[in-house]
């Protein structure tokens, strides 16, 4: 397993509260809607930065969710403008964004778990 760098995680955190609020205040278009900012992997050359993120689209939305990360990869030069004026470094990187599907997979597992303990419950009942 691969460490991170202390300065990989400290520009990561910076970056990731600054377009929090970018995202929040200064990104006006409303087809985003409601994004959330999970995690941000800067690379060892930092010289580019995946960004994590969740929306408020809900499953069977992928046409929603696809949208979203198209406008966000576009508004990619303008936040990356905006964090060049807020970011002391010499040069900020490039910025992907990529949908996070892992509170939806948590969910479908906690889920699949949930009915197999009801089920599985039935079943202790049945024996006794």
């Known amino acids: ?43 060892a050359d930092l010289d580019i930065a995946k960004i994590f993120f969740t929306s408020m689209a809900r499953e069977g939305q992928e046409d929603k969710r696809k949208e979203v990360v198209k406008i966000l990869n576009n508004a990619g030069g303008f936040l990356r403008r905006e964090l060049s004026s807020r970011i002391r470094l010499r040069i900020v990187p490039k910025l992907e964004f990529i949908y996070d599907q ?21 079943r202790q009942d049945e024996e006794e």
């Open 1 to 43: 397993m691969a460490r991170t760098s202390p300065r990989k995680r400290q520009v990561g955190d910076l970056m990731h509260r600054e377009l929090a609020e970018l995202l929040q205040f200064h990104l006006k278009d409303p087809r985003v809607g409601m994004v959330t900012i999970t995690a941000v992997e800067v690379n």
């Open 102 to 122: 892992s509170l939806e997979r948590g969910n479908y597992m906690s889920n699949l778990i949930d009915s197999a303990v009801a089920a599985d419950g039935g």
